[in-house]
């Protein structure tokens, strides 16, 4: 299990303060994403799941699909708070040779099931690994972390129909609800509403949720491990994009752009982290 020192709260301020710093040092994107998922990582990864850092290839872990995979600096984060691998690694991200890529990457990090960034992959991966763990009789949940635009996907929806007609009952989605995507808002890309009425009609038990109240996160994300459910679970989580930093917040600009040095250091006292 992950360990049970650290509080969600905490672990959510400690990822927006290594997320910033990643994201400004490598010149690398979408800092205003991985702000945007901070909590739901960090309630994930403290208060739900079953994992062992120190065994990442523990055969009965629930496992995370991070398919939003261009956030991928807050994964990296998240794992390496709760220990499963050195935070003094994180400076390495999105640098020549390093294995922290700006997509998630799964080759020599641990904890990382699967390598994203090409959206619309993860929902089907991770129906794939609910469908095998009831196949071979093992108790895992499987946690697919989507981002709101990348539900444009028709890949999401073929998906999301296999899980419902399967019953998929130990596959929880948890859909990064910020309303904007890459160059705009969801509502003027390609318009999602009505967003939870589509997911029940595919056969899912729809929870919303704040995405940055870390207490109704923790009851939206434990999901019963016995054979009574039916149906699959999907978390509309509620979210401010860039949250944490009020010059980011709802702001497409952030989904490009790094912060440069001294906005770097403004943006660290308002996460508490400088």
Known sequence: MTGESQSSLAVAR????????????GRSSHVGSALS??????????DVLQVDPQ???WPDRDRVI?????AGAALYAVLAERGFFDTAVLHRHY??????SGHVSHVGI???????GSLGHGLPVGAGLAWRARQIGRSWRTYVLLGDGECDEGS???AAMFAGHHGLASLVAIVDYNRMQSLGTTDDTLGLEPFADKWRAFGWDVVEANGHDHAALVTALRVPRTADRA?????????VKGKGVSFMEDQVLWHYRPPSPEELARALAEVGAG
């Not at 640098?95 to 922290?100: A, C, K, M, R, V």
């Not at 641990?110 to 994203?116: I, L």
Request: net charge positive; with cysteine.
């Open 14 to 25: 400690a990822v927006r303060g290594h997320v910033l710093r990643m994201t400004s040092a």
């Open 156 to 158: 999401i929806w073929e």
């Open 95 to 100: 640098q020549n040779g390093s294995y922290l």
């Open 110 to 116: 641990p904890g990382v099931e699967f390598s994203t």
């Open 37 to 46: 998922c901070a909590d739901l990582l960090a309630v994930l990864y403290t």
């Open 231 to 239: 149906r699959p679970r999907c978390v509309l989580a509620h979210t």
């Open 66 to 70: 991070m398919s939003k995979g261009h």
């Open 55 to 57: 065994h990442p290839e």
